[in-house]
């Protein structure tokens, strides 16, 4: 049974949220050796079935770290670098409009993706407030795409992707995972 704390006054880190005699630390919560204390802006719950109190973090805005793996659309193409639009962090949604940078040095004669692309990419770093990512590992690129010309679907041809409607072919930097149905839904929006 999950109960709702009564109070709608959100908790702040360090606030007391229980006793650790009655509750256990759940997510976002620390145990200072005689309370259950918030670590988080946030607003409690308590699961007495389990005894565990957690804390649901408030307004937590997107932050992508080093390493976190990120999926999304591509909103820019510029000459040597492009920009996604973060829709997932490790897998979980995000609506916060956070954008990453990939570089694409070297690669000004090859098609890495296209704008509207979805693609996975591994967070570098975080310089300067500008999220850097790559897409040069074999899992990370391209996961869905469409042709080009036509827009109907296309196929993995080694590094290429070819049109089943009007066969034209262009390079994309694929995803081993490129053409998993999964990701077909990332495109319904
Ligand atoms: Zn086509």
Partial sequence: MQI???SQKPTLPGD???IIEEFEMGDNTFDDGQSIRSLVVGTPEFDKTN???KINEMR???VAK???VITGNISALMNNMFAINILYINGKPTHSGLECICQARGAKKRILVRVG???TAKILNLLNGVVHATISEPELGVLFTQCNKCGAKVIAMGS???CIDCGYIEE???STRFGNSDFIKFNSN
């Fill in 51 to 53: 005894r565990i109190a």
């Fill in 160 to 162: 290429n992707i070819k």
């Fill in 172 to 174: 994309r930097k694929l």
């Fill in 16 to 18: 007391k949220i229980a």
């Fill in 4 to 6: 709702k704390a009564l």
């Fill in 66 to 68: 080093s390493g976190d």
């Fill in 117 to 119: 692309d979805i693609v």
């Fill in 60 to 62: 937590r805005p997107a």
